[in-house]
């Protein structure tokens, strides 16, 4: 679906001119105040509502429920809206919202404390001139966003003083799908300066489809998504107190196949292309279908793991062990000083098994030290040397090795030896004292996976959904072909074994455009098979601008783990920094993402002293993310953390922007970086400053909201959404530089003062 987001303008159009002013929009829809008419002729002295004030034209939102059906690509929305009067008397309000532009006016239903109300459609082009007077009167850039839109309004009264006002909206609209690949967008975005939080943001979308849904995912929000069957998913997500900084985007993949294909790519003008691809196995494949493992949970039992880890410990495994499917087989290997196996060996995953594994568990005990090294030789051991089925290997420890063997290095050696088959190993850290380097070498160099669980965090939970991602393997020993383009930066390089139920996400950068061949090979069962699919790379499309920073999220993560792996070397130094400045990524080597002022360097990045109080109060948090990382806290320019940027599997398929953003705060909590497409914008010197701009460049100035201003809006509509960051804003478009400043007699933004608040 390639249409604009569609975010509300909150004016009616008559209503407008009685307004002085007019406060910046939201996107979900709102309640505009008309102020009362005065009298026309004279009447006896009576009590009269004073109007309004020119910054009170609004009603607070206070909580939005979005509620969606999609069927084989109609969806079918409805919007309830929670509206609180702030004023003393009675009011009446416009109500405005935003048209997408596939929804038929006569889909519309409006209810209001369960009245019906009838409306009415604004055109967008005929309502653009009147757009542009009012981001003029209201100096407001936020509202640039909204030129060109459609807009259904209807008319509110009474709405009494301090009143509620319970507002449902139901439209249907078809949504576009290409090869199968279909987008549902809800608009979410506020610019709404000053205004206050959401007390509740609750969305909820029911896909339904009569072919299989092959991948189901949102780019844009952490959403939990739960497949009931191969043809339904279920997505939700629900905050409080938020204040929604992007539009609701989700993908969904409709394919009649065993592997479900999905590429989503983005190419601007004389920039190479970024691509998406995600490989997606059926939700309920046929029985054959699915490979029948062997598996060995190695679980440390020393003495550190004592109380509510131990007991988390005994229910996640035999929750891990009732999971298994009867084919496979199994055997527990806990240990401390000592090993101390279930069995010799593996066992059939029967019921008298489980249940003896469900006793065995319940009698561990919390004694002894740490021999890590027994302990994943002794599982090694265990392997059936089956090639038709694949060996899998669960190490969880909270410790470093203290016992037996206890240098990492030699660990690694001795374990790389008696791997001879490549087994597996799928490790989780528990805790802060676990040798990270040691688990992480042991993941990668065994093509594994690995995670970590703090002190705070479930760790039955978190063993729970580890072994549940590996309960159905598909593929194996994976490799990605891709033939008609040339591709480059592939992330992760490496791929990694294919679950049924778990997605492979890869990223890539590509050069030339058309037709071209993807081609997955791996190994089912001991025999070789192909995925072939063909997909079109664009030479040019605007959409999907969010994939150059998750590629650049994935690149800083691995070249990060390459760091704390390997070593630091000032050539992935560079390269961290690189990226960071250009997409707006924190890292432990450009924490703070503030450009130096002009007299220093161009292009350098450093933090300002105003951002050392928030440095030093994320101190402790960070801490110990910079102790797993590898790195040491202090980094250039004195930084006093030590932050990784360590990107789970589920946030690759969202925007990591938000807890990036949370980083790149000042002490009164004021955003120092914003996004804009692929875009990065810095606050400095008093404006929003686009991290691609080479300070040799010099700009071209434009006072905002001046003739000059609309004019090169209407020349370069691209220039909307980065003008509609603020008033001061310098941004590169090809090789020209717009600055746009203060008219004559307007008091500029003092270098320093802090911007408002999205």
């Known amino acids: 679906m390639n249409h604009r ?238 204040t929604p900084d992007r539009d609701f985007l989700l993908y969904y993949q409709r394919q009649d196949a065993a592997f479900g294909v999905a590429v989503l790519a983005h190419r601007g003008a004389g920039e190479p292309g970024t691509f998406l691809l995600r490989i997606s196995p059926r939700v309920e494949p046929a029985d054959e279908e699915v490979l029948p493992k062997d598996i060995a949970f190695v679980i440390d039992t020393s003495g550190s793991m004592a109380g509510p880890k131990l007991e988390q410990v005994k229910r996640a495994l035999t929750f891990c062990v009732n999971a298994l499917n009867p084919r496979d087989r199994f055997n527990i290997l806990a240990f401390s000083s000592e090993v101390h196996p279930f069995r010799d060996g593996l066992v059939a995953a029967d019921a008298d098994a489980r249940q003896a594994a469900a006793k065995y568990a319940s009698e561990l005990k919390a004694l002894g030290g ?92 978190k063993l729970g959904a580890m072994v549940t991602r590996l309960a159905s393997p598909v593929l194996t020993n994976l490799t990605l072909h891709v033939t008609g383009v040339s591709v480059s930066d592939v992330y992760p390089q490496t791929l990694p074994d294919l679950f049924r139920g778990n997605d492979l996400v890869v990223f890539g950068r590509y050069d030339g455009s058309g037709v071209a061949s993807i081609r997955l090979e791996g190994q089912a069962g001991g025999t070789a098979r192909t995925v072939g699919y063909e997909a079109t790379f664009p030479a040019l499309e605007p959409g999907g601008d969010f994939l150059p920073r998750l590629w650049a999220n994935r690149k800083v993560a691995y070249l990060l783990d390459q760091i704390r792996l390997h070593g630091s070397n000032q050539e992935l130094v560079d390269e961290v920094v690189r990226l960071a400045k250009r997409y707006g990524i924190v890292t432990p080597y450009t924490s703070a993402l503030i450009l130096e002022d002009g007299s220093k360097s161009p292009g350098s990045w450093t933090q300002s002293d ?115 960051l603020g008033p001061r804003v310098l941004v590169v478009l090809g090789d020209q530089a717009f600055e746009t400043v203060a008219e004559a007699g307007e008091a500029p933004v003092r270098e320093g003062e802090a911007p408002a608040e999205p």
Request: proline share 9%.
């Open 610 to 724: 105003t951002m050392q109080p928030m440095l030093r109060r994320l101190g402790e948090a960070d801490k110990q993310a910079g102790v797993r990382a590898g790195i040491p806290a202090s980094v250039s320019g004195g930084a006093a953390v030590g932050r990784s940027v360590e990107l789970k599997e589920a946030e690759y398929a969202t925007a990591p922007s938000a807890e990036h953003d949370a980083y790149a705060r000042d002490e009164a909590g004021q955003l120092l970086v914003r996004h804009v497409g692929d875009r990065a914008f810095v606050w400095t010197d008093g404006r929003w400053t686009d991290t691609t701009w080479n300070q040799k460049l010099q700009p071209t100035k434009v006072a905002a909201f001046s003739d000059e201003y609309f004019a090169l809006l209407a020349k370069h509509p691209e220039l909307k959404p980065f003008f509609a």
């Open 5 to 242: 987001p569609y975010l509300s303008l909150f004016v009616g159009l008559t209503v407008m001119a009685a307004l002085g002013a007019v406060p910046t929009a939201r996107a979900q829809g709102d309640i505009i105040i008309v102020p009362p008419p005065l009298p026309r002729h004279p009447q006896p002295p009576m009590p009269h509502p004073r109007p309004p004030s020119p910054g009170q034209v609004r009603l607070t939102l206070q909580a939005l429920n979005v509620q969606a059906e999609i069927t084989d690509g109609v969806a079918v929305t409805t919007v309830r809206q929670s509206f609180q009067s702030p004023f003393d008397q009675p009011v009446e309000g416009t109500y405005v919202f935003p048209l997408p532009d596939e929804v038929a006016v006569g889909d519309f239903a409006m209810t209001v404390d369960g009245k019906t109300l009838h409306g009415e459609v604004l055109d967008a082009n005929a309502a653009r001139q009147t757009y542009e007077e009012i981001v003029r009167r209201a100096r407001d850039p936020g509202l640039l966003e909204y030129l060109g839109s459609r807009l259904f309004k209807a008319r509110i009264f009474p709405i009494p003083p301090h009143g509620k006002v319970e507002v449902e909206l139901r439209y249907s609209q078809t949504l576009t799908e290409q090869g199968g690949l279909g987008q549902f967008r809800q608009p979410l975005h506020r610019e709404s300066a000053g205004a206050p939080p959401l007390d509740q943001l609750v969305l909820n979308v029911k896909l339904a489809s009569t072919l299989p849904l092959a991948s189901v995912f949102s780019p844009t929000h952490e959403c939990r998504i739960t497949r009931p069957s191969a043809r339904e998913a279920t997505i939700s997500y629900e905050a409080g107190r938020v």
């Open 370 to 461: 740490t021999n890590i090294h027994a302990a994943l030789l002794n599982a090694l051991e265990n392997d059936p040397r089956d090639g038709a089925r694949p060996y899998l290997i669960v190490f969880m420890t909270d410790g470093q090795p203290t016992v037996d063997i206890t240098n990492p290095e030699q660990i690694l050696k001795d374990v790389a030896e008696r791997n001879g088959r490549s087994v597996r190993f799928h490790v989780l850290g528990v805790g802060t004292e676990v040798n990270t380097q040691l688990l992480d070498k042991l993941a990668e160099t065994t093509r594994g996976t690995r995670d970590y669980c703090t002190e705070k965090e479930d760790l039955e939970l």
